[in-house]
């Protein structure tokens, strides 16, 4: 499957973003799906994982309440829905999918997006 994130850009603080992540092929569904960010000069960090069906989805403490994952089988798309932005929310973010059980490891990850630029302004 290949990836396209986009929907990044150059908030204020407290603004929003909402990211999107297109998925190319017949079998999205059968993909756990999930976001990762990488600031400069850190790791690569878990940020949200949503299951195939959509049914559940997780969260990083630092984003917990303020950050919503979605998608959309029919559309082959899942959405990462940024609310009261951060200065340290800026960060390339990553969409990525994996057969079996979603992780908050990267490596179990076998397709990943080229990434999409989020900067929030203090």
């Known amino acids: 499957v290949q990836l396209q994130a986009s929907g990044g850009g150059l908030v204020q603080a407290g603004g929003s973003l909402r990211l999107s992540c297109a998925a190319s092929?017949?079998?999205?569904?059968?993909?756990?799906m999930g976001w990762f960010r990488q600031a400069p000069g850190k790791e690569r960090e878990f940020v949200a994982a949503?299951?195939?069906?959509?049914?559940?989805?997780y969260y990083a403490d630092s984003v917990r309440g303020r950050f919503t994952i979605s998608r959309d089988n029919a559309k082959n798309t899942v959405y990462l829905q940024m609310s009261s932005l951060k200065p340290e929310d800026t960060a390339v973010y990553y969409c990525a999918a994996k057969i079996g059980s979603w992780s908050y490891l990267s490596e179990p990850y076998e397709y990943w997006g080229q990434g999409t630029q989020v900067t929030v302004s203090s």
């Open positions: 949503i299951s195939r069906s959509g049914g559940s989805a």
């Open positions: 092929g017949r079998t999205f569904s059968r993909y756990d």
